[in-house]
Structures are given as C-alpha cells and as structure tokens.
C-alpha cells in the first residue's frame, strides 16, 4: 500500500471514531458530529467513491440532503481524487462555492537540527486555554464557537486517544500540537504557537 492510501485510510478510520454517525451516500460517505454541527471538517461529505457519472449538481444536492436534515449551516464535500477535484472546482465556484486544495506530507528524514525547547505530553486540560486563545485569534470565529471548537479537542483525547504535546517559554505555554495514533499509522494535527 502506497503512503497517500495508508494515509487516506488512517484519516478514515479517525473520522468514524470522532464522528457520531456516519451516512453512505451514492458517492462516498458524509461524516457526521451532532455535538459540533458549526464545524465544517466535523460535518462533511467525503466523496471517494466511483465518481464516474457524479456531476456538481449531484453533489451539492446529497450536501444539501444529508447535511441539511443534521442540522449544519454550511456545505462541504471534499473531493480527494484529483482528476475528479480539478475539473469540478470551475463549476463549485460557479454556483458560488468556494474552493481549497490540501494537502497531505509523509514525514521521511531525520531532523535536521537539534529542538530549542524541551517538549512535554500533556492532557487536554493543560493545553485548553492556549487552543482556546488560537481560535479567538481568527476574527472570523465568534467566542461562542472558539469555545465549542476548542471543547472538541477534549473529544478527540476521550474518544480517539489523542494526545497533545507542549512547549513553555519562560513557564508560560508557548506551542502545542496534537498526535493522532492507530497501530503504526500517526497523523500530527493542530500545530500552533
């Protein structure tokens, strides 16, 4: 198995342990959290199905069903096949959605220098206020959802073993990220100062 599919299928497999139910749909599945319906990546149609005969159209009406009947606001289908993504993102923007490319690394070399600062493994609870100050720095997140966004992570340590690393300047928390683990597959997540 090549990494992008081994990442792909851990992504996967951290999807449906965070998710509270997940519904199949003609091409893929959405994933769905009904304790955080205003976040977008908690919320989403996944299409990485056979997408030959899929179209725009048929895509946004399976957002608009499946996320409309869960309750969310927005609409976000992520299309993983390039082939498929490229030639439909004209069309997305057309109807007046907006579109992103992301991107997946496969860490594969040693560092190439030494840590300036110690790092500790920490709970949640320790790293809270500084995930907290990181969402309330995006003007675009009221403090309602910097809130909800930020208890989400307590989600991730109880219900997916997630586990958060920080480092301290001066004694005062300074950076952190978060280790998602399954087996030997790993994804570093939320990376932030």
């Given amino acids: 198995m090549d990494d992008l599919t081994r990442a792909f299928e851990f992504e996967g497999r951290w999807f449906e342990r965070s998710s509270t139910h997940l519904v199949p749909f003609e091409f893929g599945v959405a994933y769905l959290d009904e304790d955080y319906p205003q976040r977008y990546f908690s919320n989403f149609l996944l299409a990485d199905g056979t997408l030959n005969g899929a179209s725009v159209e048929a895509l946004i009406e399976a957002a608009e069903r499946i996320l409309g009947e869960a309750g969310c606001e927005h609409r976000l289908i992520t299309v993983r096949d390039e082939r498929w993504a490229e030639p439909f993102a004209p069309a997305f ?101």
């Fill in 93 to 193: 923007n057309a109807l007046g959605f907006s579109t992103s490319r992301e991107v997946t690394m496969t860490h594969r070399r040693d560092p190439d220098r030494d840590a300036d600062l110690p790092v500790e493994m920490v709970p949640f609870a320790v790293v809270r206020p500084l995930i907290e100050e990181m969402y309330r720095e995006d003007p675009n997140v009221p403090d309602e959802v910097a809130l909800l966004f930020t208890e989400q992570h307590c989600k991730y340590e109880r219900v997916g073993g997630a586990r958060f690393f920080a480092a301290r300047v001066d004694g005062l928390l300074a950076g952190n990220c978060e280790l998602y683990q399954d087996g030997d597959d790993a994804q570093v997540e939320h990376v932030g100062t």
